[in-house]
Each structure stands twice: as C-alpha cells, then as structure tokens.
C-alpha cells in the first residue's frame, strides 16, 4: 500500500551484470593419433598435432612436431615444428628446429630456425594471400603447377632443395 507521503515509482528493471558475448572463437586442435582426410577451415585459432590429409586454412595455424599435413595451407600467421607437405601462403612463417616442409612459401616475414628443412621455393611478397583464383587459373592452363604470382621479381626467389638451414 502507497501511503501519501510516499509517490509510486515506475517499475525499472533490476541492475545486472552484462552479458558476456559468447567467446568468437573456439580452438580447433587435431590431436595426436587423429587423421582428418578434407577440408578445414577457421576464422580463428588451429593447432594440428595429428595428420592432415587436405587444406587447411585458418587465421593463425599451429602446427606441433607430431603433426603431418599433405596439402596446402592459409593462414594470416602460421608456426610451423611439423611437417608440410604442400604450398604455404600466410604473412608470417616461422619454421621451427623440428620443421620439415616442402612445396613453396609465399610470404611476407620468413623466419627459419637452425635445423628446420625446407625443400622448395621461398617467395616473398607484399601480398602472400594472393589471387588464388589466378593461381588456379594458371594451374588447370597449363595442367602443372601455377607459376608464381608476386610483385617480387624472379630473381628474389630462394630456390633450396634438401637444405639443411
């Protein structure tokens, strides 16, 4: 009951808490002793210690000395201490002791610690990223492997076959 001297007062709300969004990304992590045949994608987070037989694109890529990936891969960073077998393209490479790749890396910043193997091509760009449908373009024109597409002239490219670095 309102006596007088007290005024009703509009009902509001109850004061909470704001609500947390849900987290945007959830990591995707390929165990150990896990095979995935096909495609991954992720707008966030992925580290891969088991087998990969496919693409994988993802926005930063972790690649751990138990994993294996036979396919190319995309990712804005990528570090790799497992083995790639296919092209890479990400702004940031680093291949760690334990690294073992091969195919071609188009990038922007290239880091290569003693006792990472690299077989392939480095090709340094301003846009590692690429026209990936150019690429593939090129690739079912000419019925073998793309040529390189990057601002960077030919004669920039590493060509290293079985070194040790």
Known sequence: MISRNEQAKPLTPPVTAPI???RAETPCVIGVGVTVTGK???PGFVQIDGHVQGEVRANT????ATASIQ?????????????ITGNVRSRDVTLRATAHVEGTIFHKLLAVDTGATFEGKSCPSENPMGDLSQM??????????????S???????????????
């Open 71 to 83: 396919g190319d891969v995309f990712a804005d960073s990528i570090l790799v201490r497992g083995k």
């Open 136 to 149: 593939r373009n090129e690739k079912a024109n000419t019925g073998g492997e793309a040529q390189m597409i």
């Open 61 to 64: 890529l972790v690649i751990n």
């Open 151 to 165: 601002p960077v002239p030919e004669h920039r490219l590493v060509q290293a076959v079985h070194a040790r670095i």
């Open 20 to 22: 947390k969004p849900e």
């Open 40 to 42: 991954i994608t992720s």
